[in-house]
């Protein structure tokens, strides 16, 4: 992770949907841990799937930080985002999947990336011959910045697998951060060997 003790810095009264904690409770039930106490200390309702239910990103941020620790994977944001199909989006995801052709789909899932509960800014650069979905920290993510990175972009490799209907669609993957321990782990996700730093 990054710097210890660097808080995540947000505004006050910030709410996400609640599909982020409902992915990572269904993570943890995957690893055999029971998410509901984590769930209850952080005063977040078991049941989060819901459409248009809402969360607290004070309660989302701590309920990671407990998802981690109770864990012990420092690639839970990689589990995390591998879990981020259409379905967990709403009607964002319904429109990306409804969409006509990749181009379209990226064009909506761009001009609407505020509905879904990420913490980064997206965009998208168009270069000869390739292109990048670029996605940058709008604010300090502090000590939860690999793992906030890691689930968008797994989640983000994810649906373009959907969109595509091809495994392995990435032509490369960068990270600003140094290479993790755990590292190797991201070629089995993005299906390409990542560059870091």
């Known amino acids: 992770m990054s710097t210890p003790g660097r808080a995540l810095m947000v505004p006050p009264g910030l709410r996400h949907p609640a599909a982020g904690v409902a992915v990572l409770a269904r993570t943890l039930q995957d690893l055999d841990i029971d998410p509901a106490p984590l769930l209850a200390r952080c005063g977040l309702p078991l049941e989060l799937?819901?459409?248009g239910q809402a969360v607290a990103v004070e309660r989302e941020i701590a309920f990671i930080h407990l998802a981690l620790e109770a864990s012990g994977r420092p690639d839970l944001?990689?589990?995390a985002?591998?879990?981020h199909r259409f379905p967990v989006f709403g009607f964002w995801g319904l429109a990306l999947a409804a969409s006509p052709t990749l181009a379209s789909a990226i064009r909506l899932g761009l001009q609407?990336?505020?509905l879904t509960h990420t913490f980064l800014r997206w965009r998208f650069e168009?270069?000869?011959?390739?292109?990048?979905?670029?996605?940058?920290?709008?604010?300090p993510l502090g000590e939860l910045e690999t793992f906030l990175v890691e689930r968008d972009a797994a989640a983000a490799a994810?649906?373009?697998?959907?969109?595509?209907g091809r495994r392995r669609g990435l032509a490369g993957?960068?990270?600003?951060?140094?290479?993790?321990?755990?590292?190797a782990r991201y070629t089995a996700v993005f299906g390409c060997?990542?560059?870091f730093g």
């Open 49 to 51: 799937a819901g459409a």
């Open 173 to 183: 993957a960068e990270f600003a951060y140094p290479a993790p321990a755990w590292a």
């Open 158 to 164: 994810t649906l373009l697998e959907d969109l595509t």
């Open 112 to 114: 609407y990336v505020d």
């Open 126 to 139: 168009r270069t000869v011959p390739e292109a990048a979905l670029v996605m940058q920290a709008g604010a």
């Open 77 to 79: 944001g990689l589990l």
């Open 81 to 83: 985002g591998r879990g």
């Open 193 to 195: 060997v990542p560059a």
